[in-house]
C-alpha cells in the first residue's frame, strides 16, 4: 500500500477547499466592485483561482476558468446592463482566462510528465540498490566520508548505513590509514581486484572488490563495489 496515499488525499482536500474558497472570494469582490462602478482592476484577482486551478487540475482547471470566465461575464451583463463595449471588454477577459489557464495547464503536464519519469527513474535505481548482491558504498573522494552504502554493504560490514554515512573510511571499513588510499593517494586502479574490508568486529572479509571513479552533483567520488569470497580465497592481498 502507498503510504504517500492520506498525505495526497489531505493535500488534494486543501487544495480543493482552497480553490473554492478564493472563488467564492472573487465572485463576492465582483458583485462588490460592479455595484460600486468599478469594472477593471478587480479582474486581475481572478487569475490566482485561474492559475492554481490549472496548474493542480490541468485540463479541469482550463474548464474552471472558463467556468469563472462565465460566471464574470455574467456578473458584468446582469450589474452593467446590455453594452456592447463593456460585453466586449468582458469577453474579451474571459478569453484571456481561458487561455492563461490553457498555458498554465500544459506547463503543469509537461513538469508532471517530467517527474513522473523522474520517480520512476529512481525507483528502479532504488530496487536495483537494494537487492543487487554486492555491497556498494559511495565515498567522497576528497574527504573519504562515507556517504552512502546499500543494504548489501551493510550486511558484509556489520554497519547500517546512517552509522556509515559521514565516518571516514579510513580504518572504519578500509584497512589503510589517513593519506594511504590506493585510488586517491596512490594513484592504484582497483577492478575485481581481491581486497579486504573491515567489518563491525574489526575482522578482515575477504572480497573481489572494484572501485569507479565519478562525479555526482560536482562532486568527486569514488564508488566501491565488492562482493564476499571465501576467507582461504588464494592470492589475497593484504592491502586494500
Known amino acids: 500500500m502507498d503510504e504517500n496515499v492520506p498525505e495526497r488525499t489531505f493535500r488534494q482536500y486543501w487544495r480543493l477547499i482552497f480553490l473554492l474558497a478564493a472563488s467564492v472570494v472573487v465572485i463576492l469582490l ?3 466592485c460592479l455595484q460600486s462602478g468599478i ?3 478587480f479582474t486581475h484577482i481572478y487569475y490566482v483561482p485561474i492559475i492554481l486551478a490549472a496548474y493542480w487540475y490541468q485540463k479541469r482547471g482550463v474548464l474552471f476558468s472558463a467556468v469563472m470566465g462565465f ?3 455574467a456578473l458584468v451583463v446582469a450589474y452593467t446592463g446590455y453594452n456592447p463595449n463593456n460585453t466586449v471588454a468582458a469577453a474579451t477577459r474571459v478569453a484571456v482566462f481561458v487561455i ?3 498555458i498554465t495547464a500544459v506547463l503543469s503536464l509537461q513538469i508532471a510528465t517530467k ?3 523522474i520517480e520512476r527513474s529512481e525507483k528502479k535505481f532504488r530496487t536495483v540498490w537494494e537487492h543487487v548482491q554486492a555491497g556498494i558504498v559511495v565515498v567522497d573522494a ?3 566520508e562515507i556517504i552512502a552504502a546499500n543494504p548489501e554493504a551493510e550486511r558484509l560490514t556489520g554497519y547500517t548505513e546512517s552509522e556509515m554515512i559521514g565516518k571516514s573510511c579510513h580504518h572504519f571499513i578500509c584497512p589503510n590509514g589517513k593519506g594511504s588510499c590506493p585510488i586517491s593517494d596512490r594513484g592504484m586502479t582497483i577492478d575485481r581486484s581481491e581486497r579486504v574490508v573491515l567489518n563491525r568486529a574489526g575482522a578482515q572479509v575477504p572480497v573481489i572488490k572494484t572501485v569507479t571513479v565519478t562525479t555526482i552533483d560536482h562532486r568527486n567520488v569514488l564508488i566501491e563495489n565488492f562482493v564476499a569470497i571465501p576467507a582461504a580465497g588464494p592470492g589475497r592481498n593484504e592491502a586494500e
Open 39 to 41: 469594472q477593471t482592476v
Open 115 to 117: 517527474q513522473a519519469e
Open 100 to 102: 492563461i489557464a490553457g
Open 30 to 32: 465582483t458583485v462588490y
Open 71 to 73: 460566471i464574470y461575464l
Open 142 to 144: 576528497d574527504s573519504h
